[in-house]
Nanobody, 125 residues
């Protein structure tokens, strides 16, 4: 069974940091573009960050650029999202996705064919 599993979410005060992990199983994701998205209550899922298969290219939404860093370890089949200087508006369920055999960094959720179950991030004021 091909799946992605996120971890590392939790409750943190504004200004704090969290590191999310997303580990794949069932196949290698080392040739896939990977992305992080988030969804707050009552809102649509929105793009956060993406990374190319090699890790050589990254892209961020304007809301998180300069605060979040996406990285990957293909040997561990894992992608990470380091989140610093968190704000209450970062509160959401965070999902990782795999863009099968993609060469780029897609910002569209429809490009991703495998998703994790999500991990809750709550930032208190």
């Amino acid at each position: 069974q091909v799946q992605l599993v996120e971890s590392g979410g939790g409750l943190v005060q504004a200004g704090g940091s969290l590191r999310l992990s997303c580990t794949g199983s069932g196949r290698r994701f080392s040739s896939d573009g990977m992305g992080w998205f988030r969804q707050a209550p009552g809102k649509e899922r929105e793009f956060v960050a993406a990374i190319s298969w090699s890790g050589g290219s990254t892209f961020y939404s304007g809301a998180v650029k300069g605060r979040f860093t996406i990285s990957r370890d293909n040997a561990k089949n894992t992608v990470y999202l380091q989140m610093n200087n968190l704000k209450p508006e970062d509160t959401a369920v965070y999902y990782c996705g795999a863009d099968y055999l993609s060469q780029g960094t897609s910002v569209s959720a429809t490009a991703y064919d495998v998703w994790g179950q999500g991990t809750q991030v709550t930032v208190s004021a």
